[in-house]
Every structure is written in structure tokens, then in C-alpha cells.
């Protein structure tokens, strides 16, 4: 899998229409400023902060009308101008569009009134959100030129990558923890890219891909396409206001990894506003981190402008970051829009993944377990008003990640084929459902 550069920065023009011309300008440093053309670059060369995408929001406001989106594809690409792509044929394989569900059971378990669930449990083609970010990743690399194409991942990711980069023929490698859940290393595996299983947590496989990144000249995207890549994710912000019919909520909850996908969430919601096309409200952001790698948390709690890196111990081993790239973002956002960022233990996690299953019929993986579990305790302690439109965000699939639950959700009841042994296994369920509602109440 070898790599021609010549053609990497400099994609091919085309003549546009205003309504199809590309509205992204370049990358500008979120610290110093610095501005880059739009090519495969992530970090500032002036003061090493990263890089985010810039769009001409004059010509957004002039193009994009809430009637020009609901015409759209039934997938992110409804949202062409405000990605960063120039092709009019992006990868599109049916991602984003997911259901936003009114969660009437779970909140009424809660105490609230008004929760709804963005449920990315059944995202395209993999079953993750992450399909969101590699849809747009992917497209720019091909529009960079590149033919080969790869990630770190803990998992999620490199499901989307392979799959998608077998959609779009290209060449794939992916590199992942050894010890990730068997269902997404099949889950990867089915596509034929070729799998690096490192032996290391997350943080060592991404300091490895940065090597490789820079020594093959391959398309990383969650490193040098980085800025394009985490764009994919403010499509869940747009998706939210548009089936609430073109408003914000008044609070979201969603996991925090990186903190990225919580940072473009507030990005979308800005944009939107910022072109006209929703009214402009305070909207509260509320993170959710596994206690065993909870360092935005951490520093939350303790009342620090920085993150101190931790090695991740948990079962939530899609958001097991110990060193998140954006985690002062996601800090500054909970704190600026009066929001939290708690964390939750292993045992919380899983019962927060049978909640969601048994109050509204869908199966998590670990990742919406934490957020669940987040959101029951930020019910709790008062944090969030009842009266309050609240979203939840749940950003994978429970069967990615069947160990967790494993031993704890109980066991078919074995019957001979006659009505008497099914009465008496009957007889049985029922008195053991009395037996455990009657705990709930102690």
C-alpha cells in the first residue's frame, strides 16, 4: 500500500454553481490564529495547536434555506455546504438521519419531562457515529488524493473506516488496542483491511500512527485529516434542530472521548444560528466520562483550565482515552454554557445500558451506558430541570460490545416441549419479576 504525494494538497478545480461551490476557505489554528490552506494538516507549524475548518458563513447564509436541507439526501450529505468537501459525489452510504426518539418511558423512570434520544445505535453502515466522521474524512482524501487510508481507533472507528474505505475502493489499514471486544475486531476484520492489533492502550496506538503517518504518507483520519474528519460530527447538531423542528433543545448529554464530538455538537448549533436557520438559544452541555478514564472530569470537578492524562482502566473502552486531544474544549464549553461533566463507574455503565434497553428498546454499547448513567445521576442531583427539552446522544451499538452485559442480564428459561413445563417456567418468571420490583422498592 505505498502513496504517490504529488497530488495530496491540490485538488482538482471545477467550475460550481453558488449552490455546489465549496464553502470551506482553509484551517486556522484554534490557538494562535494561524490560517493554512485546506490541505492534510492537522497541527499549527507556528505554536503546535490544532487545526479547525473555516467556512465562508457570508455565502452559507446566501445558499443554504431550511427547504434547500429537507430536499436533501436522507443522509448527512443534506448538509453538503457546511462540510468540508468540494466533490458534488461525496461518499454517501445512507450515513446520519438517525432516529430522534421521544424517550416518554426512560423519562418518566427519571422525573423529567421532555428527553429525547438521538440514536446513532443504528447509524450506516456500522453502527456508530463514527460512520458520521469517516464519511467526510474519506472524501476529502480522495479529494487530497490519497489511496490509502487509516485510523486509530478503540474500535468504532475502525469499523467506519474499513467499511467505508471498502465502499469506496481503497486501500486500508487500521490499527487498534489488542484487547479490544471481539464484536468489533470481527466487526472490522469483514471488510479485509489490513488490522494492526497493537499491544498498548489507546493512546500508545495513536502515538504509533503518528509515526507511520508521517513516514508512508497515508490518510489518517483521526490524525493529518483530522480537521475534516471531526467536521462529520457536527451533523448531529444540525440533525437534532432540524427534527425538532428547526429549534435547539435546552440541554444535551452526550459521552465525551476525545471531546470532539462535543465540541462540533456546540459548532453545529452555532452555525446554524449563525446563517439563520434556527433561532439563537442558550443550550447547556453536559459530558458523560467512564470513571476509569475520566480526566475532563477530573478537571472538571477539580476546577482546572487543563487535562492531566490518565491510563484508562473501564469497560467503556470506546471512549477510554486517557490523554483527549480536545479535552480543554469540551471544558470550556460545559462551563461557558452552565453545563457538567460527571463520571460514572463500571457498574453504573451496565445499568445504564439495561435502562435504556428496558424503558425504550434500545441496546447500547458501553458509550450510551455512560451517558445514561450520566444523565440518571445528573437527574438526581438536581442538574438538570425537569421541564428542560433534553437530548441524549447514544453513539453506538450494543452488540459491539456484548462482554459488558454478559452475566448480568439473566438467562433463557430451558422448557420441555409441553404446556406444563411452559406454566411452570412461567409460574417462575413471574415470581422472580415480583421478587426483583419489590427490591427496587427497598
Known amino acids: 500500500m505505498t502513496q504517490a504525494l504529488e497530488s495530496l494538497t491540490h485538488p482538482q478545480t471545477q467550475t460550481r454553481t453558488p449552490e455546489t461551490a465549496a464553502t470551506f476557505t482553509g484551517l486556522r489554528c484554534k490557538e494562535c490564529g494561524a490560517e493554512y490552506e485546506a490541505k492534510a494538516l492537522h497541527v499549527c507549524e507556528l505554536c503546535f495547536g490544532p487545526l479547525e475548518v473555516m467556512y465562508d458563513y457570508s455565502t452559507l447564509s446566501q445558499v ?36 430522534l426518539l421521544k424517550a ?4 418518566r423512570r427519571l422525573g423529567i419531562k421532555n428527553l429525547y434520544i438521538k440514536n446513532d445505535a443504528v447509524n450506516m453502515p456500522t453502527l456508530s457515529f463514527k460512520d458520521r466522521v469517516v464519511s467526510v474524512a474519506l472524501t476529502r482524501a480522495q479529494e487530497l488524493g490519497f489511496t490509502t487510508v487509516s485510523c486509530a481507533s478503540t474500535g468504532n472507528l475502525a469499523n467506519s473506516t474499513a467499511a467505508i474505505a471498502a465502499h469506496a475502493g481503497l486501500d486500508c489499514c487500521v490499527f487498534i488496542p489488542a484487547d479490544l471486544e ?31 503517518a508521517n513516514t508512508h504518507g497515508w490518510g489518517f483520519v483521526n490524525i493529518n485529516l483530522r480537521p475534516y474528519y471531526s467536521e462529520g460530527s457536527k451533523t448531529l447538531g444540525f440533525e437534532v434542530a432540524e427534527q425538532l423542528g428547526w429549534q435547539l433543545p435546552d440541554h444535551i448529554v452526550a459521552p465525551l472521548a476525545s471531546g470532539s464530538l462535543f465540541g462540533k455538537i456546540y459548532k453545529g448549533f452555532n452555525e446554524f ?9 442558550a443550550v447547556r452541555f453536559s459530558g458523560a ?3 476509569g478514564c475520566s480526566p475532563i472530569a477530573q478537571a472538571f470537578e477539580e476546577g482546572r483550565d487543563f487535562v492531566t492524562p490518565v491510563k484508562p482502566n473501564t469497560i467503556a473502552k470506546s471512549i477510554a482515552i486517557g490523554n483527549p486531544a480536545d479535552g480543554v474544549y469540551a471544558l470550556d464549553i460545559a462551563r461557558k454554557t452552565n453545563g457538567n461533566i460527571e463520571a460514572v463507574n463500571d457498574t453504573e455503565i ?26 440518571k445521576k445528573l437527574v438526581e442531583a438536581g442538574k438538570i430541570d ?32 409441553k404446556l406444563d413445563s411452559f406454566e411452570r417456567a412461567l409460574d417462575r418468571a413471574r415470581t422472580l419479576e415480583r421478587l426483583d420490583w419489590q427490591q427496587t422498592l427497598v
Open 289 to 291: 466520562q467512564a470513571e
Open 104 to 107: 416518554n418511558r426512560l423519562a
Open 350 to 375: 451496565v445499568e445504564g445500558i439495561k435502562l435504556l434497553a428496558e424503558t425504550e428498546g434500545i441496546f447500547t454499547e458501553t458509550a450510551g451506558g455512560t451517558t445514561i448513567a450520566v444523565l
Open 182 to 212: 471481539a464484536g468489533k475486531v470481527l466487526g472490522t476484520l469483514i471488510y479485509s483491511p489490513t488490522v494492526m492489533a497493537v499491544q498498548g492502550n489507546y493512546d500508545q496506538v495513536n502515538r504509533l500512527c503518528s509515526e507511520v
Open 273 to 281: 444560528v449563525k446563517v439563520g436557520l434556527v433561532e439563537e438559544k
Open 386 to 417: 425537569p421541564d428542560e427539552t433534553t437530548v441524549a446522544y447514544i453513539t453506538g451499538n450494543g452488540l459491539k460490545t456484548q462482554e459488558a452485559v454478559q452475566g448480568v442480564i439473566g438467562e433463557p428459561l430451558t422448557i420441555d416441549p
Open 64 to 99: 443554504v434555506t431550511r427547504k434547500r436541507i429537507e430536499a436533501g439526501p436522507k443522509s448527512i450529505w443534506r448538509y453538503r455546504p457546511f462540510l468540508p468537501v468540494t466533490s458534488d459525489t461525496p461518499i454517501d452510504v445512507g450515513t446520519g438521519m438517525t432516529p
